[in-house]
């Protein structure tokens, strides 16, 4: 009983201290610089305006998690996707060259070790199995470069989705201020 | 941190070698490639042929011996069936002499598991 008498008591005390909600200041439109109907016209198409940008933005940003995702399946397209060409191009090129010199030292390296495991000669197996292994490992190397780059790449689409939508969000601003005459199904409204 | 992480891989990764699966390999097998044939004597005879000789060389199962027309030609090897340990001459008579000049080269070989490995091979010699 007494439980429900302090909650009770709580419950008053709220509502005597609370600050009164003054719903005639809320509605004042000298508050907002709204001088006249004109004006309170205006910040309401304004808003309109800016929610409608902000739909069109929505509409054409660019996810980071999904372009990451398209980085980790192939190197650059997620900075293609980004629209950053250039670095999309270096990305897919590097990663070409360095797998591409990483598979050709690979296939020296067991042309050498198949040579190694069927040669009967002393000179041959010495020779043949540290030109294998120096192949080998300079296959590795371009290996792990490559695997860097790649990594590199997935963190780098992170940065340039976020430039592309900060591109995309000052360019749609850019237009929308840019626009002297908007016309929607609703109204005309020209800018001076 | 970046480059921590990247050394680090780098390094791990060309620290990784190829296994050494040569049962002929001497750090495989254990037992050590046969030493190089020393003193060859090359000498022409009255018939037109050559006597190559050498020392022998201890506890190994054969010879080998190689022939080019020059010093740092192709050699090629003229006793593919190898010569027995117990013998230290052997006579060439597959030359053309005189008007050519022939170049040798020997080795010893051993038996690892009935697989030849063959030594060093000794430096061109031939007859004055």
Known sequence: ?192 | MRYIILITLILFTISCSLDRTNPLDPLVSGTNAPNEVTNITIVTTENNTIIISWNSVNTVDGYYIYRSQSYDGLYELITPEGIDSSVSTYEDDGVTIPGNFYWYKMSAYILIDGKILEGYRSEPKTWN
């Open chain 1, 1 to 192: 009983m007494n439980k429900y008498l302090i909650v009770f008591i709580l419950f008053l005390s709220t509502s005597l201290f609370s600050e009164k909600f003054n719903i005639e200041e809320f509605s004042n439109p000298a508050k907002y610089n709204w001088e006249n109907m004109e004006d309170r016209c205006k910040a309401r198409d304004d808003l309109d305006s800016r929610q409608k940008l902000l739909q069109i933005y929505k509409l054409n940003k660019q996810q980071i998690i999904r372009n990451m995702i398209k980085s980790a399946f192939a190197p650059g397209w997620g900075h293609y996707s980004s629209h950053d060409y250039t670095k999309g191009h270096a990305f897919i090129a590097s990663e070409i060259v360095l797998f591409g010199t990483s598979y050709y030292f690979y296939n020296q390296a067991m042309d050498d070790y198949h040579n190694y495991e069927d040669s009967h000669y002393i000179g041959d197996i010495k020779q043949l199995y540290l030109d294998a292994n120096s192949n080998y490992k300079y296959s590795q190397l371009f290996f792990s470069l490559g695997a860097v780059v790649w990594m590199y790449t997935i963190y780098d689409s992170i940065s340039a989705t976020q430039e592309y939508n900060q591109n995309l969000w000052n360019d749609l601003s850019k237009k929308l201020h840019s626009q002297r005459v908007l016309i929607t199904p609703t109204s005309i409204t020209v800018r001076f």
